[in-house]
């Protein structure tokens, strides 16, 4: 017995039977050359089949029209009108592509990148001034990869099935098993994180991506779950985003790293406002080594520290990392990789006389 055809796909096949064919298709043409009405037991079951599948495609606006034969009127055939089920001209202004090229960047590094990319090519077709687009460049937010996971996460999120994975935690860097009830993938802050139900610990947990180790693997059969109604994934991610954020102490240059110290001052203002004047001071870690005579030591916000590592390496000695101690290791191993490139590269530079 052949595998039977998913509806979806059956009805597919008749559409592209019906928008190709030259006139009409009879019934029986329907049956014995359009895959999945092959498989009916009897013609009563084809007949069924058939006009389930015909008022679908109706009701989801495809004009599936009825076409007599002109000798005999009782031979009925079937066809889809092709001028009225084809789209308009498509027509996109510049800010509309302008949009769509946001979109397509806010995939960049992802899954879905290629298709993104592919869909805005097709796209850039049909504007009049696709050049135009350019003055949004570099405007888009952008998602750190989110590795592997991605993909078999909204699998498995889709079809309701629990996935285990091996991940690493934020605060001490242990690496264990997890065994989990996707609920709902979630991008923020730079970040996509996983929401669901921690079968380990009995509770909802929130788990970031970027943190897992190794290949997600499903357990059990789709549909073994159902998310509570009352779940709110985007509430569960800004409330571990909060436990995430700590405070980088900073050593900074006078008139430097102006955005760093917008930061800073910003979040002292809100910090001040929850807990009172002199709340941001008291957090300073006693063991805080001094600052280099003549900068100004600011607490900047962050919550990754391989983004933060990145952008205070960028500012070279107007920023020294007074802790804690990850991330200025992190900015040490940047700055001495730098030096290393640098030595390699001089003798090519040098002069040759």
Do not use: C
């Not at 990319?117 to 750190?144: W, Y």
């Amino acid at each position: 017995m052949p595998d039977v055809l998913p509806p979806a796909e059956r009805l597919l096949n008749l559409v592209i039977a019906l928008v190709n064919t030259s006139h009409r298709m009879t019934k029986e043409q329907i049956r014995t050359s359009v895959a999945g009405y092959d498989q009916a037991a009897s013609q009563d079951a084809f007949e069924r089949m058939f006009e389930r599948d015909k008022e679908t495609l109706r009701e989801l606006g495809i004009p599936v029209l009825t076409v007599a034969n002109a000798a005999h009127g009782d031979d009925q055939g079937y066809r889809v009108d092709p001028d009225a089920y084809a789209l308009p001209p498509m027509e996109l202004s510049a800010a509309q592509l302008g949009v769509l090229a946001l979109a397509a960047e806010f995939w960049q590094g992802q899954a879905l990148r290629p298709d993104a990319a592919r869909a805005l090519t097709k796209l850039r077709v049909v504007g009049a001034t696709p050049s135009e687009t350019d003055i949004v460049a570099g405007l888009a937010p952008r998602l750190h990869p989110a590795g592997p996971a991605l993909p078999p996460l909204l699998d498995a999120a889709h079809a309701r099935q629990a996935v285990t994975f091996t991940y690493r935690t934020a605060s001490t860097g242990e690496v264990m098993r997890r065994h989990v009830e996707p609920w709902r993938l979630v991008a923020s802050g730079g970040g996509w994180y996983l929401v669901g139900h921690d079968r380990d610990r009995g509770a909802a947990r929130v788990f970031r991506l970027s943190r897992i180790d190794g290949p997600v693997r499903t357990l059990g059969s789709p549909g073994a779950f159902d998310v509570p109604a009352s779940a709110d994934p985007r509430a569960l991610v800004a409330s571990a985003q909060r436990g995430e954020r700590r405070l980088a102490w900073l050593a900074v240059a006078p008139e430097r790293a102006g955005a760093l110290r917008a930061r800073a001052e910003q979040h002292a203002a809100q910090h001040a406002a929850r807990h009172g004047e002199g709340a941001l001071a008291r957090e300073r870690p006693e063991d805080l080594p001094d600052a280099p005579p003549g900068t100004d030591v600011v607490a900047v916000p962050y919550a990754r520290t391989d983004e933060l590592a990145d952008e205070v390496t960028g500012y070279t000695d107007a920023v020294v990392v007074l802790g804690p101690a990850p991330l200025r290791e992190a900015v040490v191993r940047r700055l001495r990789a730098a030096v290393a490139m640098g030595e390699r590269l001089a003798p090519a530079g040098g002069d040759r006389g």
